[in-house]
């Protein structure tokens, strides 16, 4: 692969079985030079969060993001090659795949709707765009709980200040040139499966030939006394994310829970707020999914901020002067004076109004689905945080993975089995997160890992850290290493084991060499 200049752009030009294509050389989802990413099986997967298009379409074929590459056209002359582009496409660096239009829009709120979809996170917005870019031109209703247009969620605690406009995945226009109907502040009370029929807080009743689910989840928040205080959060709008960030500039912030979205919300604090504490009921941020070698030196680098840790303790009271929270006082019975809480301590399906629908739930309220998306009711499909489902390269373990990347996928399988094309869910899980400029990468699925191989250097933040389970490599995280972690994502999409005794030599050459 070689980017090359064409005076309005570049491109990138690649090489494979000795045949050339010239595409787009930044990935539509956040810019990444496609350059330094993998290319393998006929397409390029994105080094910063896995998105992969085939070279001979610029087709998005994996997530994240929503568009595709634009393809120029290649001709060789006396071994030369010629790339013919338009100074519009060169500069544009992204395609949105043609769709249809609806043909049968509704009159006002007219009470029935072909399909159905129930959130417009990343799931429910790329069912509706699949289904328009398989040719489906019926009415497709998509309804949410928020006051946005669909919006880039995970990026809420990575940038706090950033305001809905700039959050939202597709301007207003395009879900009215391509007939996709959003229904805002819109919440589902319950769902009659039998009579296809839905039915809306507000007493509103919609009729459905098709329905998905894609509730997401619901953030768990502190059972303590004085909980009810005032200037405590969960991060789960733009609006809440801004408050936060307005209430803890020059004052003291807390952040109870040490997970992606607590360390996410603790590193964009640092410079905004006079100081940062994170509590936590673990021994190192992060132990269950990055383990505690990796953890602690995540850790380190907070530290080397300025952040305070308070760990293996958890809340006991928040106090408040005025209704305003003042304090916190911790099991220890420590007490850190604090200005504004976030509470990041993880998060329940958002699937209690389907308990009495007899549409499956399981112990923990998830929703069962098998490779197509289906649940247990006909035409009834689910997808994203609130489904457990069956991942291919693990044995069909039964399995819920509330990444972003992993929504976008199920949404659009949900849509082809819509349209009954039989597909399957197969990708790779694939996850990122950025705090104090550096970006951690992660692909595979580590639950139960027994041992952690780390190649590289923890204290300096540059190493690849591969999760085994037995004899086999289950996931993958790196700092500093691209394109590792799509390396490794590619070789586990092809159905390749990797071996623990691969990995733990140091020899990376098989995994690192150019090419494929």
């Given at each position: 692969?070689?980017?090359?200049?064409?005076?309005?752009?570049?491109?990138?030009?690649?090489?494979?079985?000795?045949?050339?294509?010239?595409?787009?050389?930044?990935?539509?989802?956040?810019?990444?030079?496609?350059?330094?990413?993998?290319?393998?099986?006929?397409?390029?997967?994105?080094?910063?969060?896995?998105?992969?298009?085939?070279?001979?379409?610029?087709?998005?074929?994996?997530?994240?993001?929503?568009?595709?590459?634009?393809?120029?056209?290649?001709?060789?002359?006396?071994?030369?090659?010629?790339?013919?582009?338009?100074?519009?496409?060169?500069?544009?660096?992204?395609?949105?795949?043609?769709?249809?239009?609806?043909?049968?829009?509704?009159?006002?709120?007219?009470?029935?709707?072909?399909?159905?979809?129930?959130?417009?996170?990343?799931?429910?917005?790329?069912?509706?765009?699949?289904?328009?870019?398989?040719?489906?031109?019926?009415?497709?209703?998509?309804?949410?709980?928020?006051?946005?247009?669909?919006?880039?969620?995970?990026?809420?605690?990575?940038?706090?200040?950033?305001?809905?406009?700039?959050?939202?995945?597709?301007?207003?226009?395009?879900?009215?040139?391509?007939?996709?109907?959003?229904?805002?502040?819109?919440?589902?009370?319950?769902v009659d499966v039998r009579n296809k029929k839905v039915v809306f807080k507000d007493g509103f009743k919609l009729e459905y030939s098709k329905l998905l689910l894609a509730p997401g989840s619901s953030p768990k928040t502190l059972s303590c006394?004085?909980?009810?205080?005032?200037?405590?959060?969960?991060?789960?709008?733009?609006?809440?994310?801004?408050?936060?960030?307005?209430?803890?500039?020059?004052?003291?912030?807390?952040?109870?829970?040490?997970?992606?979205?607590?360390?996410?919300?603790?590193?964009?604090?640092?410079?905004?707020?006079?100081?940062?504490?994170?509590?936590?009921?673990?021994?190192?941020?992060?132990?269950?999914?990055?383990?505690?070698?990796?953890?602690?030196?995540?850790?380190?680098?907070?530290?080397?901020?300025?952040?305070?840790?308070?760990?293996?303790?958890?809340?006991?009271?928040?106090?408040?002067?005025?209704?305003?929270?003042?304090?916190?006082?911790?099991?220890?019975?420590?007490?850190?004076?604090?200005?504004?809480?976030?509470?990041?301590?993880?998060?329940?399906?958002?699937?209690?109004?389907?308990?009495?629908?007899?549409?499956?739930?399981?112990?923990?309220?998830?929703?069962?689905?098998?490779?197509?998306?289906?649940?247990?009711?006909?035409?009834?499909?689910?997808?994203?945080?609130?489904?457990?489902?069956?991942?291919?390269?693990?044995?069909?373990?039964?399995?819920?993975?509330?990444?972003?990347?992993?929504?976008?996928?199920?949404?659009?399988?949900?849509?082809?089995?819509?349209?009954?094309?039989?597909?399957?869910?197969?990708?790779?899980?694939?996850?990122?997160?950025?705090?104090?400029?550096?970006?951690?990468?992660?692909?595979?699925?580590?639950?139960?890992?027994?041992?952690?191989?780390?190649?590289?250097?923890?204290?300096?933040?540059?190493?690849?850290?591969?999760?085994?389970?037995?004899?086999?490599?289950?996931?993958?995280?790196?700092?500093?290493?691209?394109?590792?972690?799509?390396?490794?994502?590619?070789?586990?999409?092809?159905?390749?084991?990797?071996?623990?005794?691969?990995?733990?030599?140091?020899?990376?050459?098989?995994?690192?060499?150019?090419?494929?």
């Open positions: 692969m070689r980017e090359v200049e064409l005076g309005w752009g570049k491109v990138l030009l690649v090489k494979d079985n000795g045949e050339f294509h010239a595409l787009g050389h930044k990935c539509p989802h956040y810019g990444a030079p496609l350059v330094k990413g993998v290319l393998s099986r006929g397409r390029v997967r994105c080094p910063w969060h896995g998105a992969c298009f085939n070279i001979s379409t610029g087709d998005l074929e994996d997530f994240p993001g929503l568009d595709s590459l634009h393809k120029f056209q290649v001709k060789i002359e006396k071994e030369k090659v010629y790339v013919r582009a338009s100074k519009q496409a060169l500069q544009l660096q992204r395609r949105t795949k043609v769709m249809a239009k609806c043909i049968s829009p509704s009159a006002g709120h007219s009470g029935s709707t072909n399909v159905l979809i129930v959130g417009a996170g990343a799931a429910g917005l790329v069912c509706a765009e699949t289904l328009r870019q398989e040719g489906f031109s019926d009415r497709i209703v998509l309804c949410t709980l928020d006051r946005h247009l669909p919006y880039d969620r995970p990026k809420l605690s990575k940038s706090l200040d950033a305001q809905p406009e700039q959050l939202a995945l597709r301007p207003k226009e395009f879900f009215r040139a391509y007939g996709i109907e959003v229904l805002t502040e819109a919440q589902v009370v319950t006394k004085g909980k009810e205080v005032e200037n405590v959060f969960t991060i789960r709008t733009p609006e809440d994310a801004n408050r936060v960030v307005r209430l803890a500039r020059g004052r003291n912030a807390i952040v109870v829970g040490a997970g992606f979205l607590g360390m996410e919300v603790a590193a964009y604090l640092t410079e905004k707020a006079h100081s940062v504490s994170v509590v936590e009921l673990e021994e190192t941020p992060f132990r269950r999914f990055l383990g505690e070698r990796v953890g602690r030196a995540l850790m380190k680098m907070f530290e080397n901020n300025g952040v305070k840790f308070y760990m293996q303790t958890e809340v006991l009271e928040l106090r408040a002067q005025e209704g305003k929270l003042k304090e916190v006082v911790l099991k220890s019975s420590k007490v850190i004076r604090a200005d504004v809480c976030v509470v990041g301590i993880g998060a329940v399906p958002a699937t209690g109004f389907l308990r009495q629908s007899g549409i499956g739930l399981d112990s923990r309220g998830f929703i069962p689905v098998n490779k197509m998306m289906q649940t247990n009711v006909p035409g009834v499909f689910a997808a994203g945080d609130a489904v457990t489902f069956p991942l291919a390269w693990r044995n069909n373990r039964k399995v819920n993975i509330p990444h972003w990347q992993m929504a976008h996928a199920q949404g659009r399988v949900a849509a082809q089995n819509m349209l009954a094309q039989e597909a399957e869910i197969s990708t790779v899980p694939y996850l990122w997160t950025a705090m104090f400029g550096k970006s951690l990468r992660y692909a595979g699925y580590g639950e139960g890992f027994d041992d952690v191989i780390i190649q590289g250097d923890l204290e300096e933040l540059k190493f690849v850290a591969f999760y085994t389970k037995g004899d086999e490599v289950i996931a993958v995280a790196s700092m500093n290493y691209d394109p590792i972690v799509s390396k490794v994502a590619e070789v586990l999409g092809s159905g390749r084991a990797i071996r623990k005794r691969e990995v733990e030599t140091g020899d990376m050459s098989w995994l690192t060499g150019k090419g494929s």
